[in-house]
């Protein structure tokens, strides 16, 4: 069984930096890339970041660079995303899933399974 655990999400001022942690079981961590997506209300699920595993190369929507920070400690099977300067904009549900390859983190629909996701919330 699939499975992916979200935390980090909270509510903060902008400005702020939030680190997001995705806790994956069920599937051998190495052999996948693992996408964080996010869907704020009344958007779609867009994809902003991915890392593959193996070897550590990272991806990020051309929106999210700067700002955004992907990394993962395999021991853990688990991935994060750390946010800086939070931005109002921000706001989302924000959600990782496991990918055959990077390149599927810009088509959210490939993605059968989701988690419960963590909701980020940046107050102006």
């Known amino acids: 069984e699939v499975q992916y655990v979200e935390t980090g999400g909270g509510l903060v001022q902008a400005g702020g930096t939030l680190r997001l942690s995705c806790a994956t079981s069920?599937?051998?961590?190495?052999?996948?890339?693992i996408g964080w997506f996010r869907q704020a209300p009344g958007k779609e699920r867009e994809g902003i970041s991915c890392?593959?595993?193996?070897?550590?190369?990272?991806y990020y929507k051309d929106s999210a660079k700067g700002r955004f920070t992907i990394s993962s400690d395999n021991a853990k099977n688990t991935v994060y995303l750390q946010v800086d300067s939070l931005k109002p904009e921000d706001t989302a549900v924000y959600y990782c899933a496991a990918l055959g390859h990077c390149g599927q983190m810009y088509y959210s629909s490939y993605v059968k399974n989701w988690g419960q996701g963590t909701q980020v919330t940046v107050s102006s």
């Open positions: 890392i593959t595993t193996r070897d550590g190369k990272t």
């Open positions: 069920g599937f051998t961590f190495e052999d996948y890339a």
